[in-house]
């Protein structure tokens, strides 16, 4: 009963370094998102994806690449981390079909600090 | 553009109160709404979904009502408990799937 699952949960980076956020979902969910939060900004989407194969720029783009190469998982890549990209980043994904159209599972969030 | 407001961004009442929690929105063209709840250092955590066509959702204590013309949805939580101390979140789905959150409402109930 894994849900949405985000790996790591927890990383620190220096500035221009690069990383990848993984998150998988079990659901056979078509649509995925990734949003970040911070504090007094809320939540924000980054990028999201229709299906396998589909990414779509979300309002905070910029910075960020994402990737959806198998249906169960959507990649977040940071190609040259800064600090302004520290948060707590989410992925989400939602079922598109039946009765709960639209319902949005989140995973647990990974904490990312960029120094 | 969408606009999603909570009011009160904070709310602290004593443990057996019902309470309302309001979420408001700038454009009625909607799909539906979904009310989340989050702990600190958690994720969201899905509670109602309300699609378009419909006026209440109830999950046990909780119900959540919308009123799509007005541009006004409500989360009730009835005989509140200190377990319901959390981040409550409110989100409309548009056309295009986008989803637009609203700021949230922060709730401590004190035993």
């Given amino acids: 009963n894994a849900g949405v699952t985000q790996t790591p949960k927890f990383r620190v980076l220096k500035t221009g370094q690069s990383m990848t956020l993984l998150c998988a979902q079990d659901m056979n969910h078509e649509y995925m998102y990734w949003y970040r939060q911070d504090p007094g900004m809320g939540l924000r989407l980054i990028h999201y994806s229709v299906g396998e194969g589909t990414t779509a720029k979300g309002e905070v783009p910029d910075g960020y690449n994402v990737s959806r190469l198998k249906k169960q998982n959507f990649l977040l890549g940071l190609e040259s981390a800064a600090p302004s990209q520290t948060s707590v980043y989410f992925c989400a994904s939602t079922l598109t079909s039946g009765v709960n159209t639209g319902e949005l599972f989140f995973g647990e969030g990974s904490r990312l600090t960029v120094l | 553009k969408q606009e999603v407001t909570q009011i009160p961004a904070a709310l602290s009442v004593p443990e ?10 700038t454009d009625s063209a909607i799909y539906n709404l979904q009310w989340f709840r989050q702990d600190p250092g958690k994720g969201l955590t899905s509670l109602l979904l309300i699609q378009s066509s419909q006026r209440e959702q109830t999950s046990g204590r909780l119900n959540a009502s919308l009123d799509k ?3 006004r949805s409500t989360l009730y939580i009835a005989a509140s408990q200190p377990g319901d101390s959390a981040t409550y979140l409110c989100a409309v789905r548009e056309a295009g799937n986008m989803l637009t959150f609203g700021g949230g409402t922060r709730l401590m109930v004190k035993p």
């Fill in chain 2, 16 to 25: 057996g109160e019902n309470l309302v929690l309001n979420c408001s929105f």
């Fill in chain 2, 69 to 71: 013309s007005s541009g």
